[in-house]
């Protein structure tokens, strides 16, 4: 297998509101190779849209 071009390991995001900690990603790790095509898939409210934009850094 080549090297990864983007490799995410251990991915954890928690937003804090009102003194409670909401977890909205829990330990993700995944690579991405080069010629590769991905999809980020799950339910409504399972963290895909926020593990894309930490990834992003935004």
Do not use: P, R
Request: proline residues 0%.
């Amino acid at each position: 297998m080549s090297e990864a071009l983007l490799s995410v390991q251990d991915l954890s995001v928690a937003f804090a509101q009102g003194g409670k900690q909401s977890i909205a990603v829990d330990h993700i790790s995944f690579d991405i190779g080069k010629g590769e095509t991905v999809a980020l898939v799950g339910e409504s409210g399972s963290g895909k849209s926020v593990s894309a934009l930490s990834v992003l850094k935004l």
